[in-house]
């Protein structure tokens, strides 16, 4: 049997040390028969840079490793090209001068590997020198690949005067490449966030984004097809459909994907387990979402524009397309009505929602001890369907919640602030949980289905609202009338600004 190839980013160990390997040489012939300069966006840990490891072994001429794959009849293996490989994913750059490092030390290893003694001083002259001397001494024309383009932007994302500093300067590394075009072969660039062509790609304007083309929505990642076939042996006794509902849905208006290093530790430990979510706490979006007052289950189901899947500029990030661009958030449904392109946005699955809601309730209870006793009581609750206790496990939400928070927020005042809470705290769980559902007579706050029940939840604060219980809503405007035949039960809930807590609770 063959090992699993958790964490493998060169497909050259991976091909020798003898790993699965799902073939996706495909798109490396498609991309290179098609065009010259490509762009591709993906979460981080999602096989950027296997991908660009296998377009360099391919450009490379190594044949032998691409022994059964699509790839070894349908290449030209007699051309070989120098290849310049630059990758920013190691590492933390905290200013200008640790980059200038950085990539002088890259430059400095590709000039000892193809025996060149630079002339220029500069690294913008360097890096143009490279590319010019590669192609002189070999005959041939350069492919130029570049990994985690953008990372030393998102070191320092919450510093923002020294993000735009070091865009700057990475601006300028990589404008070498629109003057080398007579020497290039092919460009490939990577990364996990989508800036804007005119922030660090200015004049290339023939840079083709690929990110949210159908032909190349499973470049990276393992499509359900792959998983079954590929790792079959590892499947025996799975649950499937629980598997799907963990790790599969990362979709860029093609095939659903699953992230490979989430499915790949799953297949290891056959353990259901937040894998991906826990190499990288979020945290500047986690301050985004908290210190924006965001209404938080907005987020199961956005409607956006080109705006926010598109490209943004690090003076003007907003919270949904970090959400997005990260992994957190993937596309559910298109549509394009004249030139306006509408995009459906919620969680990919399980791992995510759950993950990222529990990360949202830390941040705003800081005890975490609390938080945990919280979730306990509320299992117990629903594993018992004791509705009673609910009110005081609700009030317990609250109570967790520091007085400074308040002082330093407004959200109180709103409802939806209310709802944001106990949503997450159901979210974090990672039951099956909906805000704002439609229904023909309007919008459910919140649903709840658990072991074969549906609990329909209303939210109100007293000093908004006027006359009438939220359960007496419930009933008025039918939310029940689309779960007839099931086990259904109305949860009102009432807030007080004042209090910031729970004045009224009751259920039927």
Request: glycine share 8%; net charge negative; charged share 25%.
């Amino acid at each position: 049997m063959k090992k699993l190839p958790i964490g493998i980013q060169t497909f050259e160990n991976l091909i020798d040390e003898g790993y699965y390997y799902v073939d996706k040489t495909h798109f490396v012939h498609q991309l290179s028969s098609e065009g010259k300069y490509y762009f591709l966006s993906r979460p981080r840990r999602f096989g950027k840079s296997l991908f660009l490891s296998t377009i360099k072994a391919a450009f490379q001429g190594k044949k032998d490793l691409f022994q059964g794959l699509f790839l070894e009849n349908n290449w030209d293996w007699d051309r070989v090209n120098p290849v310049v490989h630059v990758s920013f994913g190691s590492g933390v750059v905290r200013n200008v001068s640790e980059l200038e490092v950085s990539f002088d030390e890259i430059l400095y290893d590709h000039g000892l590997k193809y025996n060149i003694e630079y002339v220029k001083k500069s690294l913008k002259g360097k890096f143009a020198e490279l590319i010019f001397t590669l192609h002189e001494k070999t005959g041939q024309k350069v492919v130029i690949l570049i990994d985690e383009y953008d990372k030393p932007v998102l070191d320092n994302i919450e510093k923002k005067d020294m993000a735009v500093a070091i865009r700057e300067e990475l601006k300028n590394y990589y404008s070498v490449i629109k003057d080398a075009d007579p020497y290039i072969k092919f460009v490939f660039i990577t990364g996990v966030s989508k800036f804007s062509k005119v922030s660090l790609f200015s004049g290339l304007n023939n840079l083709e984004d690929i990110t949210l083309n159908q032909k190349y929505s499973d470049i990276c990642g393992y499509t359900q097809d792959e998983l079954e076939t590929v790792f079959a042996d590892f499947l025996e006794g799975v649950d499937l459909n629980q598997v799907r509902l963990w790790y599969n849905g990362y979709n860029w208006l093609g095939k659903e994907v699953y992230n490979p290093f989430d499915i790949l530790l799953y297949l290891k430990s056959k353990v259901f387990s937040n894998y991906w979510f826990e190499t990288g706490t979020p945290s500047f979006l986690i301050k985004m979402l908290y210190n924006g007052q965001y209404n938080i289950p907005g987020i199961e189901n956005l409607k956006a524009g080109e705006e926010i899947v598109g490209s943004f500029d690090v003076e003007n990030i907003t919270a949904e397309t970090l959400l997005f661009q990260a992994g957190y958030l993937t596309i559910t449904g298109f549509e394009q009505v004249g030139s306006f392109r509408r995009y459906t946005l919620t969680y990919p699955n399980m791992e995510v929602k759950s993950s990222l809601n529990n990360s949202i309730l830390s941040t705003l209870a800081k005890d975490s001890l609390a938080k945990t006793r919280n979730q306990s009581d509320l299992i117990d609750a629903l594993l018992g369907n004791d509705l009673d206790s609910l009110k005081d496990i609700f009030h317990a939400f609250f109570a967790s919640i520091p007085h400074d928070w308040y002082r330093k927020n407004q959200l109180s005042r709103y409802e939806g602030y209310y709802a944001s809470v106990v949503y997450c705290y159901f979210a974090a769980l990672g039951l099956d949980v909906r805000a704002e559902e439609s229904t023909s007579k309007g919008r459910l706050d919140l649903v709840i289905r658990f072991q074969g029940r549906v609990y329909i939840l209303e939210f109100k604060v007293v000093e908004l609202a006027g006359e009438g219980r939220p359960i007496e809503q419930i009933k008025d405007r039918g939310y029940a009338d689309k779960y007839v035949g099931q086990e259904v039960y109305l949860i009102g809930v009432e807030f007080s600004s004042k209090e910031r807590n729970v004045v009224g609770f009751e259920w039927e």
